[in-house]
């Protein structure tokens, strides 16, 4: 069984009202990501995409930086994330970019659960150009290509 490691994150409270994140569950089995919250109210409007603050700035060790993701409850409604990539030299506030897919209108209250934090290690590739890729089983088949919905 590997162990979990126990990272600290700096986090700046830009707002009075701004909430630090959270994991809802702890421990052996808990959350993978970590809960964000709005510190205003929002409308995402049907179809459009708006940044919501957190009202948080973070500083993340240069090994780490992180993802923000959809929270469940949210996307069922049809509010989905984009753009959620946070490197570790950047230090200005958290705003998540959220979407409405739906055709009505979607409040956010301040202090709502908005997306999820999710910490990654950070690594660094280099790019090597070369004139052809290695067989695989799978091939060059994408989307779709198991047969399976």
């Known amino acids: 069984m590997s162990e ?3 990272l600290s ?15 809802a569950h702890t421990g052996l089995w808990g959350d993978l990501a970590a809960d964000l919250y709005s510190v205003h109210a929002a409308t995402v409007e049907p179809h459009k995409t708006t940044l919501v603050a957190t009202g948080l700035a973070m500083a993340f060790p240069a090994e780490y930086g992180a993802l923000v ?4 409850g949210l996307a069922v409604k049809g ?8 490197d570790p030299g950047y230090r200005g ?3 998540v970019v959220l979407t409405n897919v ?6 956010l209250a301040a202090g709502d659960r908005i997306a999820q934090l999710r910490i ?13 890729l290695d067989a695989t089983h ?4 994408g989307f779709g290509s198991t047969g399976h919905k």
């Open 69 to 72: 993701e959809d929270r469940s």
């Open 138 to 141: 799978r091939g060059e088949g």
């Open 120 to 132: 990654v290690q950070r690594l660094q590739a280099s790019f090597e150009e070369v004139d052809d």
């Open 93 to 95: 506030e958290l705003k």
């Open 79 to 86: 509010i989905t994330t984009l753009a959620g990539v946070i």
């Open 4 to 6: 979990t490691i126990n």
């Open 102 to 107: 739906t055709d009505a209108p979607i409040e």
């Open 9 to 23: 994150i700096a986090v700046r409270r830009l707002h009075p009202d701004a909430r630090l994140p959270r994991y």
